[in-house]
């Protein structure tokens, strides 16, 4: 499958999942900024998928970035940050969506499993509620030590300021 094709609409990846499921196969789901990709979301992304058959990530939207973050976020704009989110050959569909919280997206594609990294809580985690109530379940991945697009940013503003 092409890059492009697993950009898609929230209607296309209910249509998409759909059939998925038809053929017994278990859905996987993520979300985040994925601003600047790093060791730790590759981990937290291997480990999801080998949860399920197929990883469903939800990419906030860069206002909905600013809005969770700041104006000076996100450092990569949303076609860039779904791009190379959907070049991993790990990733079986990237959403894009406009709302502070995944819960509609959630709500719609009822995943199998619903994924969040070590730094959340299961009774923190948007749309928990709703996986479980269908009979999905929650997975909390432990964090790699030492990666976080906070850091990465907070080093290159160092360096920068060091060369001046």
Known sequence: MMTSDKIVTLENARKIIAGWRVK?????FTNGCFDIVHAGHIHLLESAKSLGDR????????ASIRRLKGPDRPIQDEHTRT??????LVVDLVIVFEEDTPLAMIETLLPDVLIKGGDWKENEIVGADVVTSHGGKIAIIPLESGYST???VEKILRQCKSKK
């Open 150 to 152: 906070t850091l990465a």
């Open 55 to 62: 990883l469903v990530v939800g990419i906030n939207s860069d």
């Open 24 to 28: 017994g196969q278990k859905i996987v």
């Open 83 to 88: 791009v190379v989110m959907a070049a991993l």
